[in-house]
C-alpha cells in the first residue's frame, strides 16, 4: 500500500493544487491529512474543498480546532488570533461543521498519524528535537512501528529504540530499519519552515517499507498577495518566499 501524507496546509491553495497535482502521479491507494487545513493563509474555504477532494482522513490540528470553537486561543499571538477570526468569519458552514467532527488521531495498522505528539493528542506538543523525542521512548510498547506527525512544519525523522536510544535520520527517501520505532514530520503544504520554500509531504510504501519526502513549488507570489489583500499579518505572506 501506497500512502500520500499531507500536512498543515493553512489556507494556500495556490501549493494545495500543485500538490494535489504530484500526489496523481504517485500511484497511492490513500491520501491522509495530518490537520491544520485552515489558519495563516487566505484562501480558507477553497483548501478544505481541496483537502475534503483527496483526503479518506483528516486529523483535526490546532488552527483547525481553535476556528471550529474546540480549543481556547486566546493565548496565541494577536496576529494568529486575527487570523483565526478572520477565518471564522469566512468558513463555509459546511466546512464548518466538518472541522468540528475531525478525530485528533488515526490508525492503519501498524501506522499511526497524529498532527503533534502522539502521546496526548490533544494538546498539540511539538517534537522537532531529539530531546522532545526521547520523551517517546518510555512509551514505545505502545506507540506503532511508524507514526507520521505534522505541526512543526519541519521534516523531521527520529528512530526510536529501548535505552533512551533515539537517531535523527537526515535522508530524503529511506527505509525503515527492524526493531526501531519511528516519528516522522512530514512538513507542511502551504507554510514549509525548512528554508526551502517549495509544498512538501510524504510518501509512504508499507510493503517496501520506504519513506520519501516530496518537494513541490508552486505560485508563491500568488499566494502571499492573497495574504496581503486580505489584511492578513503580512508576515504570512513575506515567510512564504522564504521557507521559514
Known amino acids: 500500500m501506497r500512502v500520500g501524507i499531507i500536512s498543515d496546509v493553512h489556507s494556500n491553495i495556490e501549493a494545495m493544487r500543485e500538490v494535489l497535482r504530484a500526489l496523481e502521479g504517485q500511484g497511492l491507494d490513500r491520501v491522509i491529512c495530518l490537520g491544520d487545513v485552515v489558519g495563516y493563509g487566505a484562501s480558507p474555504n477553497e ?60 490508525r492503519i495498522d501498524d501506522v499511526g498519524f497524529s498532527h ?56 530524503r527517501r529511506f527505509g525503515l530499519r527492524k526493531g526501531y520505532k519511528y516519528i516522522i514530520s512530514v512538513g507542511s503544504v502551504g507554510q514549509p519552515r525548512d528554508y526551502d520554500n517549495r509544498a512538501c509531504f510524504v510518501v509512504y510504501d508499507t510493503e517496501t517499507r520506504t519513506v520519501e519526502f516530496v518537494r513541490v513549488p508552486y505560485d508563491i507570489e500568488a499566494s502571499a498577495q492573497k495574504v496581503f489583500d486580505a489584511e492578513l499579518a503580512l508576515n504570512f505572506g513575506r515567510r512564504l518566499f522564504l521557507g521559514v
Not at 488552527?63 to 471564522?88: C, E, I, K, N, Q
Not at 466546512?95 to 488515526?106: A, F, I, M, T, V
Not at 523531521?156 to 533512551?164: Q, R, S
Open 116 to 171: 503533534g505528539s502522539p502521546l496526548h493528542p490533544e494538546n498539540y506538543d511539538y517534537i522537532f528535537a531529539r530531546e522532545q523525542a526521547e520523551e517517546l521512548v518510555p512509551h514505545l510498547a505502545g506507540l506503532p512501528e511508524v507514526t507520521f506527525i505534522g505541526h512543526s512544519h519541519l521534516c523531521k525523522v527520529f528512530a526510536l529504540h529501548t535505552g533512551n536510544e533515539v537517531h535523527e535520520v537526515a535522508a
Open 47 to 106: 483548501c478544505c474543498e481541496a483537502v475534503r477532494s483527496v483526503a479518506e482522513v483528516t486529523l483535526l490540528g490546532n488552527h483547525d480546532a481553535a476556528v471550529a470553537g474546540r480549543m481556547d486561543y486566546s493565548f496565541y499571538y494577536d496576529a494568529a488570533r486575527h487570523a483565526l477570526d478572520w477565518t471564522a468569519e469566512k468558513l463555509d458552514a459546511a466546512h464548518l461543521e466538518w472541522l468540528r467532527g475531525l478525530p485528533y488521531q488515526h
